[in-house]
Structures are given as C-alpha cells and as structure tokens.
C-alpha cells in the first residue's frame, strides 16, 4: 500500500467528501477517489459507501482509518526525523530549471511545497538546458527541471513531473490557423521563434526538420517571452507554446490560436527532474519529486 494513498484515504474519511479532500490535498477529485479505489481493490473489499449521495465508513472502512491513521502518523515522526538528520545543509534544496518552467507547473506548486515542508528551503534559478545538465553534473544544484525528452539526459536520473505535448502558437490571421493541428512539414519555410542550439526544444525541431526534408526557418534566435510574443501578435513570426497560453493575462490574447504540433511518434516530451545517477536520492529530493508530480497529477513513477 503508498503511504499517499492512505493519506488520501484519512483525509475522504475525515470530510466524507471528495471534492473537500481533494481542495486540502490540493489535487484533483479524480486523483483523490483513484486513490480510494486502488485502496480497495487491494482489500478486495469497499471502504466507503455512498448512502443517498452521502459519503460513509463501511465496517472495514472504521477499521482501516483507525489503522491507517497509526502508520500514518508513524511514518510522519520517521520523515520528520530524516529531515532533521539532513539539516547539516539546513535542508536547503538548490533546483535550477529551465525558462518558462514555474509558468508550465504554476508558481502555486512551488508555494504549495514550501508550505507543506517548512522544514526545506527552496533555492531556485534559471538556466538554459546546457547549463541545468551542467550544474547537476557538477553538484552546483541537487535538482534540476527541464523541458525535454529522455533523448537528451541520458546519464542522469530522471523521473516525469509533467507531460507536456507540443503546441505551437500562431496570430488567428496567419493561414495555418485554421488548421486543428499541426505536422512539421505544416512549419516548412514558416518564420519560427528559435531558442538557440542551449536547448532541447531549438535541437529537437531542427533535427525534426532535417529528417522531413527540408531546413528550418527562423524569424530570431531569443529566450525572451515578450519578443517571442509581440513577433506572433504582429503575425511575423510562430513560436512554440504552452497549450494554457489563453489563461495569460496579456490583453491581446484573442489575437493567437494554440495548436498542437503532430510528432507523429512518442517522444515523450514533458517536464522532468533530473539528479545525478551515481549518488543516492536525498530525502529532500525525493519529497519535492513525488510532491511536484501529485500537484500534476503524474503517476508516481520514475
């Protein structure tokens, strides 16, 4: 049984009702009731039972919680002093991340983490990809986030925090947008934002681009947000994007149209975290790792 679960579990059982669990847990209802129904095909029993949309404790369900709630609380005291055991370093953990991360994941997860561990002080920057491999490598940083495929940080370990396809973002006038979706033969001789050779996503669709026959077109080679956004609002130029962009408070949001671009195969693009693989995992890590991926809603797994 994962210890989450079980936390899940006590926190359904306290309010009788997901949607209140899943606000104090700060993930979705969906993950929260996974969790309950995991709970019980590992029992091959019901733990809760729904009486005129009602949430209720069956017999093993009373059971349970009251179990559940001593290795719970058990496992608390034995995390909390493995964090004091590690606090020779004042448990300060120093993560590098690429440009546009804290957008991707949210600024609220990291707040979220910082306040759920008190006890661990986040140190954070950003750097290019090159740099993030290089800081890991050389332990200048525990931790690093970077958007890319598994391709490209062979060497390091590596565990997916947050899927994320590929999107490319177009002025509603420009003749691709009336397009659903997009291939990359769709980008041939299409100015595009590049973000220079440091990163993955700039590597990756030139390559892309080589291997469909033709090279690829770039408007600017630039990191910056503002510039890339002001080429597509002025329909110079397509940029890569992230698939939320009508969420940003820019007043000339209206004016773009995100479309997904057709790899045509799994690449399994996304948001990983990446430590060195030949030292062992700190707890630390492992905390921000496994916390990060349940506010994406990522299956635990690396």
């Known amino acids: 049984m994962d210890i ?6 006590l926190t359904v059982s306290r309010t009788l009702n997901y949607t209140k669990a899943a606000e104090e847990l700060y993930i979705s209802r969906q993950a929260v009731a996974q969790a309950v129904r995991q709970l019980e095909t590992e029992l091959q029993s019901p733990l809760l039972i729904n ?13 349970f919680q009251k179990e559940a709630s001593k290795v719970v609380r058990s496992f608390g005291q034995f995390e909390a002093a493995m964090l004091k ?35 661990i002080l986040l140190s954070t920057k950003e750097e ?3 740099a993030i491999l290089r800081h890991v490598e050389e332990g200048e940083a525990d931790l ?5 495929t598994p391709a490209y940080i062979q060497g390091f370990r590596s565990c ?26 769709d980008l041939k001789g299409v100015p595009m934002v590049g973000f220079g050779e440091k990163y993955d996503l700039h590597r990756y669709y030139v390559q892309k681009c080589h291997e469909n026959g033709f090279a690829p077109t770039f408007s600017i080679i630039t990191a910056d947000v503002n510039i890339s956004r002001n ?6 130029s397509v940029s890569f994007a992230f698939p939320d962009y009508r969420k940003d408070s820019h007043p000339s949001v209206s004016k773009v149209k995100v479309l997904p671009l057709n790899l045509g195969e799994t690449d399994a ?34």
């Open 160 to 185: 997916l925090i947050k899927k994320s396809d590929l999107h490319v973002c177009l002025h509603i006038d420009h003749p691709l947008a009336k397009k659903e979706s997009l291939t990359f033969q």
């Open 51 to 63: 009486r005129k949309n009602t949430l209720a404790l069956t017999p093993l369900g009373k059971v």
């Open 231 to 236: 080429l597509v609002l002025e329909n110079r």
């Open 144 to 148: 690093g986030l970077i958007g890319t």
């Open 85 to 119: 055991q590690a606090e020779d370093k004042k448990n300060e953990l120093r993560i590098v991340m690429g440009a546009g991360i804290v957008l991707n994941l949210s600024a609220e997860m990291f707040a979220n983490f910082s306040t759920a561990y008190t006890s």
């Open 269 to 302: 693009w996304g948001i990983y975290a990446i430590t060195r693989s030949d030292e062992e995992i700190t707890l630390p890590q492992q905390l921000f790792i496994e916390f990060m991926q349940r506010q994406a809603g990522t299956a635990l797994s690396c």
């Open 4 to 9: 989450q679960h079980l936390r899940y579990f």
């Open 128 to 130: 290019d990809n090159e």
